[in-house]
């Protein structure tokens, strides 16, 4: 009945996830989707949700002792609750994800020069293996089209960029294909950030590269247009723990005319037992 009440309350179509699977699953669900009902456990309640979502812009409905409560995740956090069984999390706006593969054509995205060939994403997405309950960095993103991809695959996604103008490319190609991805206007503090389970870095600078292997995320992509800076990021995930693997793509497409010259990148990816 709780639930019935929360979806009617919506107003939306929801998704229902059991907070008994675990906290992190159930938040990246929230993050990732506009309308989530999330059913309560011992130890987890709407102070760990309205904890977890700080800085995604969602509001949150708390069924508590047959009534249904309003309130700001903040707020979730510091009010007393007598007996909370299931929480609303609603976004404020309806995510219209579309259906139509993944890997998309390059000239999908919103981008300053190119973005990274679909291709060579399609190899990335393979490594990151974005899905429903996870979380994924896309660190240097540029114009984010990792990260939407991702997050067109059910994963909440993150997006760390420090040059204002492509933060707003990444948030236009964020809503042209249907996605929420926060985006982090800022250098990399992985301190501030809650834990991914998979990393993305789009340019192979060393100094991100170390802070994102850091932070032990299962699996961690790295992308370089740079020959100088292969070994360095290897050596990095390596000291770090991970199984290193990588390929240098020279992809070139087919045109009427021939081929089309390639930009040759090398991919570099660690994964962790």
Not at 72 to 93: G, H, K, M
Request: net charge negative; glycine share 8%; hydrophobic share 50%.
């Amino acid at each position: 009945m709780t639930v019935e009440k929360l979806r009617e309350a919506a107003g939306r179509p929801v998704e229902v996830v059991d907070a008994a699977d675990g906290l992190r699953p159930a938040l990246n669900v929230c993050r990732a989707r506009s309308a989530v009902i999330v059913k309560l456990t011992d130890g987890i309640g709407p102070a760990e949700i309205g904890a977890g979502l700080a800085g995604w812009r969602r509001t949150l409905t708390v069924s508590d002792s047959d009534e249904l409560i309003p309130v700001d995740p903040r707020d979730a956090v510091t009010r007393r609750w007598t007996s909370p069984d299931a929480v609303l999390c609603l976004a404020d706006n309806e995510f219209l994800r579309s259906n139509d593969g993944w890997a998309l054509p390059d000239d999908e995205f919103a981008s300053r020069s190119h973005v990274l060939a679909a291709e060579v994403r399609a190899f990335v997405l393979a490594r990151l293996a974005p899905r429903p309950g996870v979380l994924v960095w896309d660190v240097l993103a540029g114009s984010g089209a990792v990260g939407v991809e991702c997050a067109r695959l059910g994963a909440a996604v993150l997006a760390v960029e420090p040059d204002p103008v492509q933060c707003v490319r990444i948030i236009a190609n964020a809503a042209a294909h249907g996605v929420d991805v926060r985006v982090e206007e800022a250098e990399l503090d992985t301190a501030a950030l809650p834990r991914p389970d998979a990393v993305f870095v789009g340019r192979g600078q060393l100094a991100e590269v170390k802070a994102c292997a850091a932070v032990n995320a299962r699996r961690l992509v790295v992308a370089t247009e740079s020959v100088a800076e292969i070994v360095p990021a290897r050596d990095a995930l390596v000291a770090a723990g991970y199984e290193v693997e990588g390929v240098h793509w020279t992809a070139s497409r087919l045109l009427d005319t021939g081929f089309a010259p390639a930009v040759p990148v090398t991919l570099l990816w660690g994964t962790k037992k």
